[in-house]
Every structure is written in structure tokens, then in C-alpha cells.
């Protein structure tokens, strides 16, 4: 079984509308997650495990995402979580690795995570008309499609692959080119191709910890315990955000 293009495609319109978003502009995802109000934590995990999630019956969701991984990889996933959250009918938490399974709700989410992400309409908006008449995608337009999405290149490649701009020879033309190389080459800044993150934390966690606190709910020590927990390295004194 192959996924259904014609279902995710309606999945992704009608989650991008639900949004607020066109059906075109790239989506920038930190905000999103901040405005689902989905807890989300960035910590180094093993090369075989990109991502989870969870959602509990109250609604409250959550992801954890490997920063070791590149930015770009790391926003694939986040979109792949997200079909998970809000369209997948009954998510169990599992560990997830994109591009990299046979399952069909994964393949499922992964052609989600394409579609939301690389919007057909933003990427023919971007190519020069004499690429497209051709199908001749050069690598400059490849690099200003890849930051302009944010997206890994093979994420992209997959994606032009299979809205026919490019060919699967042309595909592993590009794939066996070095991405940082290219990028300095064409002057683009290389952190999206680097691993980030690691420690963030996206949510209101802190919010509700210090609610908590301010309404004398948990004591101070307990404050502090919450406020370490999404404060890994340590670099901010949380005994001075007692008197705020």
C-alpha cells in the first residue's frame, strides 16, 4: 500500500488553512509549534532516532527532537510529528525516523511533511521560468529553494522529483554534490546544514511552572527543580527569576 497523494494533499490545505497559512508561503515552524502550544524539546539523540511524539486525551502534545541531526532534517521531522498530532486518528508513541520506513502511517506522515513544507504552488513561484520550460533546475535555484523552505536537499530533491521538475539521474547529480560546498560556493550561510538546538525548549512550560509558583502551589525548591529541567546547560541562574 503507497499512501494516497489526493487524501494528504486536502490534509495539508486544510491544516494550513486551519492556520492561517497560504497555500505557498514557507512555514516557519518554531513559531507554529509555539502557537499550537506544543511542548517541544531539542535534545541529542542516537542517529537512528529523528523524533516522537505524544498527545494525552485532555489535548496537551508534545515532541522531543534530535538535535544532532541538521536543522534542515530537524524540520522535516517536526512537520512529520505534526501529521502524527493533528491528523493521524489514534497516534501511539513511537520512535520516528523520516525517509526511513515501510510503515504506511510513516510514509504517510513523511508525504505530509513533503507536502506542508515544500508547497508546489511557493516552489513554481521560485523557479525561473526558462528552468521550468526546460526542466533544466539549476543549483543556484536548488540552494534558494532549499533556504527559502529550510529544508534538507534531499528532502527537496525528493520533492522536485516527484512533481517532475527534475529526473532521478538529475536527482543523484545534485545529491552527490556537497551541500556545504555548494552553499559557500553560491554565498549561502551553512547553519542549515548543521546540527542546532540542543536545549531548546518550545512551549509554556515555564509559564505554567511560575503560575504554579505565584498562586504558592509549589514551593520554591519545586520552582527551581521545574525551571532546571528545561535549563540543561545550566547558564541561567534560576534563583534570580524568584523575584521577578
Known amino acids: ?14 491544516f494550513r488553512a486551519d492556520n492561517g497559512l497560504s497555500t505557498s508561503e514557507p512555514i516557519t515552524l518554531k513559531s507554529l509549534l509555539l502557537k499550537l502550544n506544543i511542548l517541544t524539546i531539542f535534545r541529542p539523540l542516537s542517529d537512528n532516532f529523528s523524533g516522537m511524539c505524544l498527545k494525552d486525551n485532555s489535548g ?49 506522515a513523511d508525504m505530509f511533511a513533503s507536502l506542508l513544507l515544500m508547497p508546489e504552488p511557493g516552489i513554481y513561484q521560485l523557479v525561473p521560468e526558462n528552468e521550468l520550460k526546460t526542466k533544466n533546475i539549476s543549483m543556484a535555484t536548488i540552494l534558494k529553494l532549499e533556504h527559502y523552505f529550510s529544508v534538507s536537499r534531499s528532502a527537496l530533491l525528493y520533492r522536485l522529483l516527484n512533481i517532475g521538475l527534475i529526473s532521478e539521474n538529475t536527482r543523484s547529480q545534485f545529491a552527490e554534490t556537497g551541500v556545504k560546498y555548494s552553499a559557500r560556493c553560491f554565498g549561502y550561510d551553512t547553519a542549515l546544514y548543521e546540527a542546532a538546538n540542543e536545549g531548546l525548549v518550545i512551549g509554556d512550560f515555564g509559564e505554567k511552572a511560575r503560575d504554579l509558583f505565584d498562586r504558592a502551589k509549589i514551593s520554591e525548591s519545586h520552582y527551581t527543580e521545574l525551571l532546571h529541567k528545561i535549563n540543561i546547560d545550566g547558564t541561567q541562574e534560576n534563583e534570580n527569576c524568584i523575584g521577578c
Not at 494516497?4 to 495539508?12: A, L
Not at 536543522?71 to 491528523?87: D, M, S
Not at 508513541?93 to 515501510?102: D, I, M, R
Open 1 to 14: 500500500m503507497k499512501p494516497n497523494k489526493f487524501i494528504i494533499e486536502r490534509q495539508v490545505a486544510a
Open 60 to 108: 496537551h502534545r508534545f515532541m522531543l527532537i534530535n538535535s544532532n541531526q541538521p536543522q534542515g532534517r530537524q524540520h522535516f521531522t517536526i512537520a512529520h510529528e505534526l501529521y502524527h498530532l493533528f491528523i493521524e486518528e489514534k497516534p501511539t508513541p513511537h520512535k520516528c525516523n523520516p525517509q526511513h520506513s515501510k510503515n504506511i502511517i510513516e510514509q504517510n
